[in-house]
């Protein structure tokens, strides 16, 4: 990879990018990982108590936004309480990846908007 350097700015750019790049891979990825690993884990025990088809099937039927969250309450409070707990458990999983994976993102992103000038 022959890479044309013009000064000393583009140097420091490159150098500094590949840093933040290979900080990411051993530092952010591994959690990442294992928090995507426990999620899918999570949605595997859900599937063994939850018929995931007709739950979908019966929310596409809601008339409006109200009654479909009316419709995920009472079917999460109406469940066995070993159900209840894997699906919130789920969701919760499911929250703190996405939450996790933006904020490594955003992070890894702002570096390289303020490297890459």
Same mark, same amino acid.
Request: glycine content about 6%; aromatic content about 12%.
């Given at each position: 990879? #022959?890479?044309?350097?013009?000064?000393?700015?583009?140097?420091?750019?490159?150098?500094?990018?590949?840093?933040?790049?290979?900080?990411?891979?051993?530092?952010?990825?591994?959690?990442?990982?294992?928090?995507?690993?426990?999620?899918?884990?999570?949605?595997?025990? #859900?599937?063994?108590?939850? !018929?995931?088809?007709?739950?979908?099937?019966?929310?596409?039927?809601?008339?409006?936004?109200? #009654? #479909?969250?009316?419709?995920?309450?009472?079917?999460?409070?109406?469940?066995? *309480?070993?159900?209840?707990?894997?699906?919130?458990?789920?969701?919760?999983?499911?929250?703190? *990846?996405?939450?996790?994976?933006?904020?490594?993102?955003?992070?890894?992103?702002?570096?390289? !908007?303020?490297?890459?000038?």
């Amino acid at each position: 990879m #022959a890479v044309k350097i013009r000064n000393y700015f583009d140097l420091k750019d490159r150098v500094m990018q590949q840093v933040y790049s290979i900080w990411f891979m051993r530092r952010m990825l591994p959690l990442v990982l294992v928090e995507a690993v426990f999620l899918g884990v999570a949605v595997r025990l #859900a599937d063994l108590y939850v !018929s995931f088809g007709n739950v979908l099937g019966n929310f596409t039927d809601m008339p409006n936004i109200f #009654a #479909a969250g009316k419709f995920v309450l009472r079917a999460v409070l109406d469940t066995e *309480f070993a159900t209840g707990v894997v699906v919130l458990g789920g969701v919760a999983l499911g929250m703190l *990846f996405l939450r996790h994976t933006l904020r490594s993102t955003q992070f890894l992103l702002r570096r390289f !908007s303020i490297v890459s000038r």
